[in-house]
Structures are given as structure tokens and as C-alpha cells.
């Protein structure tokens, strides 16, 4: 059985094809990253997967339940939304356990206290959610979306608007749920978090799924060659690469320059040898060669 399972799914407002043809399974215990521009109908994706926004057409399923029968495996789903909805006059523990019991999460209060812990709220569980800061609104709403023993956990964007400690702890909490059979589907903008913790990823363009794959995968699909750091005395400018380039003849094009460092892309190592004798004959002192792995960065702005 499939985690979730959609087949030529579409979603229009009007004219316009918000998803347009989407074709994606993943399989139970994956952490499925999922990313794309805004407006590129990640959240809309969603609201179709939960029941909030009905489809126009194509299907899908949950945990092997049609999406129509969705009330079937709702308490089997746990989701923290784009935009949160929560009671702000209720304290944090008091909010927790009120949507336990909706939940049927039969956990303890010390619990409930260990659930504020473990997404980074501890000692806050006091004091009401209105008090929050953006950040602790973001952690309040994943300890939601765990309640209740979930199988499947949609995520869309957790760590959006959380500091770089914050955004960690989600990393290993998330590590730590896949650890224990959960499958997690989650969206971010922080192309390094997707791919530090995802399995696989989808790239989400105009309501298609354009490139789909492990980061790995993904990354020997990026265009455009590849990759060096070079380090040189002196430092390479963009006007000496030029030179460089017109006197070898090599497809030679420069990037940027970081420190002492100078990024230049080729269209393949083969040319590395070339590259070594027109810098040698140029007169320029070289230290060191490195080959840059290509980014799932480099993959996006290119799908």
C-alpha cells in the first residue's frame, strides 16, 4: 500500500489549471520533499490531498483510501498547514490537549508537556498562544499536526520564518519520525533543509511535476556542465577569464568569485587539461583545482 497515490490530478479556478496533470506516488516511510516557486500550487496541492479543496478531475488516495473516503483515514493524517489555525486566547498545553481529545490522542498531560519539548516549546505550554512569536506559532502548529499517532505527516513549510537552531530541531525531529515508520510529505523554500532530509523530491512548475528523483538523481540531471573552484595568484576576474577564453578557444565561462577562490563552469571535466595549460601560459600561478557539486539549486532555476 501506498503512502499517497496520484494519478493526472487537476485543480482549476476559473480557466486557469492551478495543478495541471500531477502524476506522483510515495511510498510509506519516504520523506518526500516537495518544492517549487510561489504560486506554483504547492499549498493547493495540499488542500486537494486533505479534503479542504476539492479536485476537478484525475484521482487520488491516501493510505490505499480513495480521496473521496477521505473521512475513513483522517485520523491516520496529521497536517500543519500554510496558515495556521489556531485558538489565540487558549494557552499553549490547554490548546494541545483540547485537540488531542478531537484527535483521540490519549496521551498524559506530562505528555503533552514532553510534545512542546521535543518541537522546541519548552516552558511555553503556560502561557497563551496570542503571546507567541511567529516562530513559536510554527512549532506549536507541528506538535498539532502529531497528535494522535498520525502514519502520514504533510508539512508545508515547517521551518518558514524559524532561526537556524529552531529549524534544526525540525530537521531531527523529522529524521526521528521516518526513524519510526512515519512518512512525512513536507514543503520548504530552503532547497538545503529538502535536501538534507528528503528521500525524494518533486519539483513543482506551473502545476506540473517537472523533475522527480532522489537529490542525488536530481543533481546529475543539473545543466550547464561543470563546476570548478580554482584558486590562483592572481585572483581570476571575470575580464582574464575572458582573455583566457578567447586565446584557448575553451567554452570557458566565469561564475563568480568567493574569497580566494573563482568559480568557472565548463561543459565537462575533459576539458581540465586544456584549462591547466591556458592558465599555466598565461602567466597565472595555479594552487588548487576542485570540482563543485552541482546544487539542488542549480536543479530548480532550471526546471
Known amino acids: 500500500m501506498k503512502a499517497i497515490e496520484v494519478e493526472n ?29 510561489n504560486g506554483a ?10 479534503g479542504i479543496t476539492r479536485k476537478s478531475s484525475g484521482s487520488f488516495s491516501i493510505l490505499g483510501t480513495p480521496g473521496g473516503e477521505l473521512d475513513r483515514v483522517k485520523k491516520k493524517i496529521g497536517v500543519m498547514p500554510d496558515i495556521a489555525n489556531l485558538y489565540q486566547h487558549m494557552r499553549g498545553i490547554d490548546f494541545l490537549r483540547y485537540m488531542g481529545n478531537l484527535a483521540g490522542d490519549m496521551r498524559t498531560k506530562r505528555s503533552y508537556e514532553e510534545l512542546l519539548e521535543e518541537v522546541g516549546l519548552k516552558g511555553a505550554g503556560g502561557k ?44 531531527k525531529m523529522v529524521t526521528r519520525l521516518q526513524e519510526e515508520g512515519k512518512t512525512i510529505f ?22 506540473v511535476i517537472k523533475k ?17 573552484a580554482v584558486r590562483t595568484k592572481p585572483v581570476l576576474t571575470a575580464e582574464v577569464v575572458n582573455e583566457l577564453k578567447e586565446k584557448s578557444g575553451l567554452n570557458l565561462a566565469f561564475v563568480e568569485t568567493k574569497r580566494e577562490f573563482t568559480l568557472l563552469q565548463l561543459p565537462s571535466d575533459d576539458e581540465l587539461p586544456r584549462l591547466t595549460r591556458a592558465l ?19 536543479v530548480f532555476m532550471n526546471a
Not at 136 to 162: F, N, R, V, Y
Not at 218 to 224: N, P
Open 9 to 37: 490530478l487537476i485543480k482549476r479556478y476559473g480557466s486557469a489549471n492551478v495543478l495541471n496533470g500531477i502524476n506522483l506516488t510515495v511510498e510509506k516511510g519516504e520523506v518526500f520533499g516537495f518544492v517549487g516557486h
Open 41 to 50: 500550487g504547492k499549498s493547493t496541492f495540499i488542500h486537494t490531498l486533505t
Open 128 to 171: 497563551k498562544i496570542k503571546s507567541y512569536s511567529f516562530g513559536m506559532k510554527k512549532k506549536i502548529s507541528i506538535a498539532q499536526a502529531l497528535l494522535g499517532d498520525p502514519e502520514l505527516i504533510i508539512l508545508d513549510e515547517p521551518t518558514s520564518g524559524l532561526d537556524p537552531e529552531s529549524a534544526i530541531v525540525v530537521r
Open 186 to 207: 513536507l514543503t520548504s523554500h530552503n532547497l538545503d533543509e529538502i535536501e538534507k532530509v528528503s528521500d525524494r523530491v518533486g519539483i513543482l512548475t506551473d502545476g
Open 212 to 228: 522527480l528523483g532522489t537529490p542525488r538523481e536530481l543533481k546529475a540531471q543539473a545543466e550547464g556542465g561543470v563546476q570548478l
Open 280 to 298: 599555466l601560459d598565461g602567466g597565472v600561478d595555479l594552487y588548487e583545482v576542485k570540482v563543485e557539486e552541482r546544487s539542488l539549486e542549480d
